[in-house]
């Protein structure tokens, strides 16, 4: 009787790495990192994915990735280079155009953070992180002083500031520190939406309702969604309909909120719930926020896939 190796059983199928395929030739060689003449590589490329992503799941340290899936330095090799290279972040962007394309976002948006506790291994990056000898960042993407940790009562810690649709896919991530507002990050991640067409046209960046909790109720962002035409479905604080009833009629109106609507925001704690499935991002383990971040990444391709891995 044939068996499934207990690492092999989150492997790439077949339809799912025909959906990475068609693209990542084409980014590969538009950011330069495709292989030269010489010899053939020892390992595949769907191979060396695999051993990413089995990884990412896991949580375990890179020495320890099996060997089936090649040298644990060919493995994290690609994943740093990619990184480096932005290639996690525009096969993401890919996947997330061909669904768009299908038919697979629903573009009702919720917005909401998590935070992730990082463990003993994540600390110790330079603190100058453009003086390494290879620097994790790019000029237009230098890494962050902090390194997206901070102090709080559990320790260190980073936060995930996440955006989903309703069919519990991941369309913007925007890491900070631990201890950082929630409210502050909510036009960043909203800013980072960008899903191109397939065809003529600009990237589609609007949706047509935000929900999010009262962490996120503000005069500013209800401004910045009522500007871009977007409708909000976010409950007023207790506070602050208390100061609206004392200001009288210069209060204003107040907040149009629909609870029916708001009732879908557990869309965006099933997607978290999701992402956490991957050991290595319900844990930070990585130093550098980028790298970090690449992992994020690569758990959210991993959603994606499941959605398009049965479409033509």
Known sequence: MNRIAASARHDLSD????????????LLQVNDVSPGPG?????????????????????????DV???????????????????????ARLLITLQAWADAAGLIVWEISVDSTIVRAHQHAGGARRDPQAQIEPP???????????????S???????????????????????TAGQRGDSPQ??????????PR??????????VEVRADKAYSSRANRAYLRKRGIR??????????????????????????????????????RAINQLKQHRALATRYEKLALRYEAVVQVAAINVWLRALQNKP
Not at 15 to 26: D, E, F
Not at 40 to 60: C, E, F, M, N, T
Not at 66 to 88: K, L, T
């Open 15 to 26: 339809a799912q790495w025909a959906v990475i395929r068609r693209s990542l030739w084409t």
């Open 39 to 63: 010899r053939p590589w020892k390992y595949s490329r769907r191979q060396l994915i695999d051993g990413i992503r089995w990884r990412i799941r896991v949580g375990a340290p890179w020495r």
């Open 66 to 88: 099996p060997s089936e899936y090649g040298s644990w330095q060919r493995v994290y090799g690609v994943f740093r280079q990619w990184q480096r290279a932005g290639i996690w």
């Open 137 to 151: 960042g790019r000029p237009d993407r230098p890494e962050p002083s902090d390194h997206a940790l901070g102090r």
């Open 153 to 175: 009562r559990g320790g260190w810690t980073t936060k995930l500031h996440l955006a989903g649709e309703q069919g519990l896919k991941i369309l913007s991530i925007v890491l």
């Open 186 to 195: 909510f036009e960043p991640v909203l800013e980072a939406i960008g899903v």
């Open 198 to 207: 397939l065809g003529a046209g600009r990237p589609r960046c609007r949706p």
């Open 232 to 269: 909000a479905c976010i409950p007023v604080k207790v506070d602050q309909q208390a100061n609206r009833k004392a200001k009288g009629r210069h209060g204003g109106r107040p907040f149009a909120f629909d609870p029916e609507s708001y009732k879908k925001r557990n869309a965006i704690e």
